[in-house]
């Protein structure tokens, strides 16, 4: 069934109040959301984390037949789980993002397509495709960082702070470091590395398996900051290792070892142990590693070639910039990390920012040659089919509100290929032969949704479809699909603003909501699926605006460099230009826009209230970062520099300072065990306006974290801030 006619069969339903209820809750309005979307290695089966139908929080590894579109479970979570994550794991989720999911999170594919290793609350699972899974660890301390390595030999994993691999055959285990202590582990990312620099892994298995790089992490001189968490049942004083801006980061050597552990060689780094282990990969025939190097203002990115015999290296080729170096975060499919991917012909592919965009190239005899070029941005590889001399690239080739896969010419002859439907966000993997693509898209009309592709982009099954037909979670509520309205503004820069805009039925004019977010590399305004909720706001008589600002991502380096040492500035003036637009439109009443904004979006909130009192009818900030020095290294020093050298900058991005500007409404929402953006940065705040005598509302949450969780708790913040909302835009 198409899927117009489906959304037109729903929307003859009787149509029913869409309720806080129905959008926090099960199963959800968004439809099935699966995660952790793969490829066999043969293209034969795609693999998927769908969420139970009673529980959206747990999900279960599920695998669809991709000849038959026959699909089953394959591993049911709460059959082989059910104990307690360990704390170290809940903070590993946080730092994924996925805090307060339960069942299976990650998984991995054996290279031989036979079977998968499953991490399940804590201890390792082998699911093969056929049979039943087979336990490999069952102990009281969790696994981590789990893997396959290359030929599927061998599982490998962190546990208690030291590096073990098991043979998947016999399930022998073997310790290749006994060394970790409170302060040393073996084999695991370092919190930076995983909350700023995408890097989420610290040990990388060689193509034929006979070696390891081992990252070891020494976070001894890295300062304990005592954070108060405030839960519901009493209160903890957490001591936690945390690199502030201009505080001493972990020390991070790299290591090349045998699968057990002999034969140990340490990797040349460099003279100075103040950088960044970035990146790691292996060459394909695995005689060669490359590491990326970072330096520690994150000016300069050195590639290091190493010799894993001896661990001496020396620099290939460097990436350099007066302000930062971005690293390439999107996955590069195909198990390799993002920024690089090996190529089995030689060399390497890489993405480079060099002539000002986001950019594919080939590394080979010594030369890097340009396979991508324009003013778009390539986000990330899908994938390589070697043998027709093929890349697959995401980009935004035809406009920055969209995404779409691409074929590219690895002899950088021709022009890109678009591979995909216009009017859609699409990301996509190709499998390891080069014959399938799996592709996951929406639109604001679609809700997420993935089908099979073949190599030119042809769609050949659904593998989720998600057409919103009588039976969807959001056919009750099909009448109210509207498309948003987007259009630009230009900046002081004569850079492009692209906004977005949602109204409520009828002439106007409406209470708006002016959501903004504005850090750095975040695109808001683009063609995504409209949340359950933002549709809820306008059914309560708010109109929704949105504008990416300068420092958004996917727009190049010279719509990004303004920020640079000046947060809270260029972004502020993008945000005031689109209020101004905003104010012009007969459709806005120009006396109730509210500005809301959680995370970098309530620092923007403050920043705005702050820039411009009386502008706005009030401003809901969340979970706000107040005082720069209190968040980390390396994403406050690559846009901030380093506290310790320029004070100043600091004290101007800082929003304590002219806290006593504030003179509209203010909500200040934040979760009191908040471990990313610290509850102290409230608190500061709350001192700071009380000093000003400036009045303020509160909302704060025992036990929550960065990311709200729970049913109860969500609806409580939504109808907090609706109260807040109906009582500063209340008609006089």
Same mark, same amino acid.
């Given at each position: ?13 009787? /149509? ?12 959800? #309005? ?33 695998a669809i037949d991709t000849a038959t579109g026959e699909e089953r479970m394959l591993v049911d979570s709460e059959a082989l789980g059910g104990r307690e994550i360990s704390e170290e794991e809940k903070m590993r989720r946080e730092r994924m993002r996925l805090a307060g999911t339960r069942g299976i999170i990650s998984y991995d594919w054996g290279p031989d397509g036979k079977a998968l290793l499953v991490p399940i609350d804590g201890d390792l699972w082998l699911a093969p495709l056929n049979g039943e899974p087979r336990q490999l660890t069952d102990t009281e301390a969790g696994e981590l960082d789990a893997k396959l390595s290359e030929t599927g030999r061998y599982a490998s994993f962190v546990r208690n702070g030291d590096l073990y691999v098991v043979e998947t055959a016999d399930g022998a285990e073997h310790r290749l470091t006994d060394s970790a202590t409170d302060t040393v582990t073996w084999g695991s990312a370092e919190f930076v590395a995983q909350e700023e620099l995408d890097r989420s892994s610290g040990h990388w298995w060689s193509p034929d398996d006979s070696r390891l790089a081992v990252a070891r992490v020494d976070e001894s001189d890295v300062d304990v900051v005592q954070r108060l968490a405030i839960g519901a049942e009493g209160s903890a ?42 990146? =790691? ?5 695995? %005689? ?22 001896? @661990? ?12 930062? =170096? ?13 920024? #690089?991917?090996?190529?089995?012909? @030689? ?26 070029? !324009? ?6 590889? &899908? ?6 001399? #093929? ?15 691409? &074929? ?39 809700? /997420? ?46 850079? =492009? ?43 309560? !008589? ?23 040492? &000046? ?10 230009? +689109? ?8 459709? *806005? ?11 970098? !979006?309530?620092?923007?909130?403050? %920043? ?5 009192? +009386?502008?706005?009818? !009030? ?21 901030? @520099? ?9 004290? *101007? ?80």
């Amino acid at each position: 069934m198409a899927l117009v006619s489906g959304a037109a069969q729903a929307q003859d339903n009787e /149509p029913e109040e869409l309720t806080l209820d129905a959008v926090y809750g099960s199963p959800s #309005l968004s439809g099935s959301a699966p995660r952790g979307l793969q490829l066999s290695p043969d293209g034969r089966y795609a693999t998927l984390l769908k969420p139970r139908a009673d529980d959206r929080q747990r999900y279960d590894l599920w695998a669809i037949d991709t000849a038959t579109g026959e699909e089953r479970m394959l591993v049911d979570s709460e059959a082989l789980g059910g104990r307690e994550i360990s704390e170290e794991e809940k903070m590993r989720r946080e730092r994924m993002r996925l805090a307060g999911t339960r069942g299976i999170i990650s998984y991995d594919w054996g290279p031989d397509g036979k079977a998968l290793l499953v991490p399940i609350d804590g201890d390792l699972w082998l699911a093969p495709l056929n049979g039943e899974p087979r336990q490999l660890t069952d102990t009281e301390a969790g696994e981590l960082d789990a893997k396959l390595s290359e030929t599927g030999r061998y599982a490998s994993f962190v546990r208690n702070g030291d590096l073990y691999v098991v043979e998947t055959a016999d399930g022998a285990e073997h310790r290749l470091t006994d060394s970790a202590t409170d302060t040393v582990t073996w084999g695991s990312a370092e919190f930076v590395a995983q909350e700023e620099l995408d890097r989420s892994s610290g040990h990388w298995w060689s193509p034929d398996d006979s070696r390891l790089a081992v990252a070891r992490v020494d976070e001894s001189d890295v300062d304990v900051v005592q954070r108060l968490a405030i839960g519901a049942e009493g209160s903890a004083l957490i001591a936690q290792r945390y690199p502030r801006a201009g505080t001493d980061n972990a020390l991070v050597e790299l290591y090349v070892m045998r699968p057990d552990g002999s034969d140990r060689v340490k990797v040349d780094l460099g003279d100075n142990p103040d950088i960044y282990l970035a990146r =790691v990969y292996w060459s394909a025939d695995g %005689k060669t590693l490359w590491v990326g190097r970072l330096s520690r203002d994150q000016k300069r990115l050195d590639l290091l070639e190493v010799d894993p015999d001896t @661990g001496a290296s020396e620099v290939l080729f460097s990436e350099t910039s007066d302000t930062f =170096v971005n690293l390439a975060t999107s996955g590069f499919g195909q198990g390799g990390e993002a920024g #690089l991917r090996a190529l089995k012909g @030689g060399g390497f592919l890489w993405l480079s920012e060099r002539d000002g965009y986001m950019h594919l190239y080939r590394w080979k005899d010594g030369e890097l040659t340009q396979l991508t070029s !324009g003013d778009w941005v390539v986000s990330g590889l &899908a994938g390589v089919d070697e043998a027709n001399g #093929l890349a697959y690239v995401t980009g935004n080739r035809e406009t920055p509100l969209e995404r779409h896969i691409y &074929a590219v010419q690895l002899d950088g002859t021709g022009e890109p290929q678009r591979l995909t439907e216009r009017g859609y966000w699409n990301s996509g993997s190709l499998d390891r032969t080069g014959t399938r693509l799996i592709i996951q898209r929406q639109s604001p009309l679609q809700p /997420p949704q993935v089908y099979l592709a073949d190599n030119t982009g042809e769609r050949l099954e659904w593998i989720e479809q998600n057409a919103i037909t009588p039976d969807h979670p959001f056919a009750p509520y099909s009448a109210l699909l509207t498309e948003p309205e987007f259009g630009t503004l230009t900046a002081s820069d004569g850079q =492009v603003l692209h906004w977005e805009v949602m109204k409520p039925e009828g002439e106007g004019p409406f209470p708006v909501l002016f959501e903004v977010y504005g850090g750095p590399h975040a695109q808001r305004v683009a063609r995504y699926w409209v949340s359950p909720l933002d549709r809820w706001w306008v059914e309560q !008589g708010y109109a929704i605006f949105r504008l990416d600002n300068r420092g958004s991502g996917n727009r190049g380096r010279a719509f990004e460099e303004p920020i640079y040492q &000046a947060l809270g500035t260029v972004e502020v003036e993008d945000q005031l230009a +689109g209020l101004k637009w905003l104010k012009q439109q007969s459709w *806005a009443d120009a006396d109730r826009i509210v500005v809301d904004g959680w995370s970098y !979006g309530g620092y923007m909130t403050l %920043k705005l209230l702050e820039a411009a009192p +009386g502008a706005f009818a !009030g401003g809901i900030s969340g979970a706000p970062v107040t005082q720069w020095d209190l968040y980390d290294t390396a994403y406050t020093e690559r846009y901030l @520099g380093d506290p310790r050298e320029v004070p100043q900058v600091y004290e *101007a991005a800082d929003a304590l300072p002219r806290a006593g500007d504030i003179a509209d409404p203010l909500l200040v929402i934040h979760g009191m065990s908040d471990d990313n953006v610290v509850f102290d940065n409230s608190v500061r705040l709350f001192a700071a306006l009380q000093q000003a005598r400036v009045p303020f509302d509160t909302a704060v949450y025992p036990g929550q974290a960065h990311g709200f969780q729970g049913k109860d708790i969500l609806i409580h913040r939504t109808l907090t801030m609706q109260d807040f909302l109906d009582r500063v835009t209340a008609a006089d």
